[in-house]
């Protein structure tokens, strides 16, 4: 089974910056689709970017847009899925998820998995 790894939370003051890491081991499965979801608390979990398999494509939630980018880098048998946050405001707090579908090629069979979520906290 495929499992992801993230790094990169904390805390910073409004107007910081973070960047968010979420790497996947492939092995024999495709990692398919990327994204980073949040959950504030007491709400529910909010898509905040995807990115396509190849990482040509993007999407991001209306109130990231301008000031988050995700990328990704598929080299060296491992799928990396990145998110720089930049001007960060308090309602960015949340613990941010990493999601990534992926395939066996032995089976064709599709899966999806979560990290294990990292804290982001913006305060003055």
């Known amino acids: 089974q495929v499992q992801l790894v993230e790094s990169g939370g904390g805390s910073v003051q409004p107007g910081g910056s973070l960047r968010l890491s979420c790497e996947a081991s492939r092995g024999r499965f495709e990692i398919r689709g990327m994204g980073w979801f949040r959950q504030a608390a007491g709400k529910e979990r909010e898509l905040v970017a995807s990115?396509?398999?190849?990482?040509?494509?993007?999407?991001?939630a209306d109130s990231v847009k301008g000031r988050f980018t995700i990328s990704r880098d598929n080299a060296n048998a491992k799928s990396t899925v990145y998110l720089q946050m930049n001007s960060l405001e308090p309602a960015d707090t949340a613990v941010y998820y990493c999601n990534a579908d992926y395939k066996d090629s032995r089976t064709q069979d599709g899966f999806a998995v979560w990290g294990q979520g990292t804290q982001v906290s913006v305060s003055s």
């Open positions: 990115i396509s398999t190849s990482g040509g494509s993007a999407t991001y």
